[in-house]
């Protein structure tokens, strides 16, 4: 049975991949864009089953008027995908409160109204998947990026109570985690802050970091997400990416380490 999608930031990077990848096997999409323009072959290529949404999602009111507008176009959501985002640069001395705010407003608080829009419609029909675009950067963290950490950890954690609370409606929440890819997500969609001079140093060590030597082909997370969608039992969490688990295990590993240190502490302030 073929499946319904709604996805946010549609018109590149990943969005635009497993938008053309639902499209492309029978799948109906409805996909937001900022600007139309930058949909139009899909609108061209499938006129039927892709339904261009011009969306703003730090708009609440209308991230909810966009998704029911898919709904009543399909009359059904099976998979709600929250993709629009972009990183931030700067170091967190560097940041002023508008750009701390604009990052927020866009890759959490848009993918919370965008999902909030979606559950009543999922729970009516029984069924239904969240995919929650987060990061390595959802579970890590690293020098200049801190406030896009912020934004990936608070969606992390959002959606790990919300698999919980609506697990009985038949509704999955999957977290995708990318490592690096050749996305314009460090190039012309990225934000970056006024820099202080003090910082160059760690500036120039956090732009060698390994994990962008390889980056990923984007075109690869095709099969990926229909794999995941496609799942009886999706996964909460899955990295997209060779460099996340490596990562992953350095960082727990570490984390394991200093808690088991410091347990007698912990214990001491837990009291009698």
């Known amino acids: ?88 640069f700067g170091m967190v001395e560097e940041l002023t409160e508008d750009e701390v705010r604009a990052q927020m407003e866009t890759n959490f608080f848009g993918a919370l109204w965008v999902t909030q829009a979606a559950l009543p419609l999922m729970r009516a029909q029984g069924s239904g998947h969240i995919i929650q675009v987060s990061s390595i950067g959802g579970i890590s963290a690293f020098p200049s990026v801190g406030v896009y950490h912020a934004s990936k950890w608070a969606l992390e954690g959002l959606s790990q109570s919300l698999a919980q609370e609506v697990a009985g409606f038949g509704i999955h929440v999957t977290l995708v985690e990318p490592g690096g890819y050749s996305t314009d997500w460090s190039g012309p969609s990225a934000k970056r802050s006024e820099e202080i001079d003090a910082y160059a140093d760690v500036r120039e060590q956090a732009s060698k970091r390994p994990s962008a030597a390889d980056p990923g082909k984007p075109e690869a997370t095709r099969s990926a997400i229909l794999k995941v969608v496609d799942a009886e039992n999706p996964p909460l969490r899955i990295f997209f990416g060779k460099a996340p688990l490596g990562i992953a295990e350095k960082d727990y590993a570490s984390r394991l380490a200093t808690w088991h240190e410091w347990q007698s502490v912990s214990e001491e302030a837990h009291g009698s």
Do not use: C
């Open 1 to 88: 049975m073929s499946k319904i999608w709604f996805i946010t930031g549609a018109s590149k990077g990943f969005g635009r991949e497993w938008a053309e990848a639902a499209l492309e096997r029978g799948d109906s999409v409805a996909g937001t864009a900022r600007n139309l323009d930058d949909v139009r072959e899909l609108v061209d290529a499938y006129p039927d089953t892709f339904l261009p949404l011009q969306l703003d999602v730090t708009d609440h009111a209308a991230d909810l008027a966009a998704v029911k507008t898919a709904y009543e176009r399909f009359g059904r959501l099976d998979v709600v995908v929250n993709n629009a985002g972009f990183g931030h």
